[in-house]
């Protein structure tokens, strides 16, 4: 499925689909753990640069742990999350910035990881920052959303329910592609949302299992103690995360959105000058 999507090496003649599958399901782990130091020290930028949003995060869970009075508003919780989505301005940028390290990685190409960070960072401000508010409050509408049409039961809001989620999936598949576009294409805003809404669909079954591989994972640390969840979270969980999205849809990217080039051009394949029509 997602580990095994096409364009990381392009096979001879008289290679089979399962021999394919298989180098790229090993591929993704000899790439992983090669670069895993690597990994852990991105992710520790990528925390340290996101420690607003870590600490307004804490501040909201531990908030809304506190028993409350029924229909009371948590001041404390709210105060959080409004510093969680001004947060969002740093939170896309060095999403961006550590998707196109990821990238790189994915791809077996060198990248001086702080400072292509911060270049990236710096380069796809201004596209990445709204996008960071919108991946903060996105998750507040989906439980919204999700809380009222359950809410209603009955076939009618079982119906509002399934189609709400399916709506919930396509647009988490849309963002998987959003900054591996933004940072691999000199295109517009608008075009990056509209290539990546395309993706979600011409690429569904892999993006599908990218959110469930995700959710198991984030769903998984969550049995794990405070302190033991909290280092994991620090070292190596957002990036391990990353790794698999990027792997996994670059392959349709390479097929869907890459010009074919010829072999002495292949260099030249991740320009960030290049412009998608």
């Excluded at 039961?153 to 959003?178: D, K, P, Q």
Aim: proline share 4%.
């Amino acid at each position: 499925m997602g580990l095994f999507g096409r364009g990381y090496q392009k096979e001879g003649p008289g290679v089979s689909k399962d021999d394919v599958e298989k180098r790229k399901f090993f591929l993704f782990f000899e790439l992983y753990f090669r670069k895993f130091w690597k990994l852990i020290k991105l992710n520790l930028l990528y925390f340290v640069v996101n420690i607003l949003s870590v600490l307004a995060i804490s501040a909201m869970l531990m908030s809304l742990s506190v028993p409350h009075e029924k229909g009371v508003i948590d001041g404390v919780a709210l105060i959080a999350y409004g510093v969680f989505v001004l947060s969002g301005i740093i939170l896309g940028p060095s999403s961006a910035a550590m998707v196109y390290v990821l990238r790189n990685y994915a791809n077996q190409r060198h990248s001086f990881m702080a400072s292509d960070f911060f270049e990236q960072f710096r380069k796809n401000f201004k596209q990445a920052a709204p996008v960071g508010m919108l991946c903060t409050v996105l998750p507040v509408v989906f439980w919204f959303a999700l809380s009222y049409y359950s809410a209603i039961g009955g076939s009618f809001g079982m119906i509002l329910l399934c189609l709400t989620t399916l709506c919930i999936i396509v647009i988490l598949s849309a963002f998987l592609y959003i900054y591996p576009i933004m940072v691999t294409f000199d295109l517009k805003l608008k075009q990056i949302f509209k290539n990546s809404l395309i993706m979600a669909f011409a690429n569904f079954p892999v993006n599908l299992f990218v959110l469930i591989v995700s959710a198991a994972i984030l769903y998984g640390v969550t049995f794990l103690s405070i302190p033991l969840l909290s280092l994991l979270m620090l070292l190596i969980v957002p990036v391990t995360i990353g790794f698999i999205s990027v792997f996994s849809i670059w392959g349709a990217i390479d097929k869907y959105m890459m010009p074919e080039m010829e072999t002495e051009e292949e260099e030249s394949v991740f320009s960030d000058e290049r412009i998608l029509k």
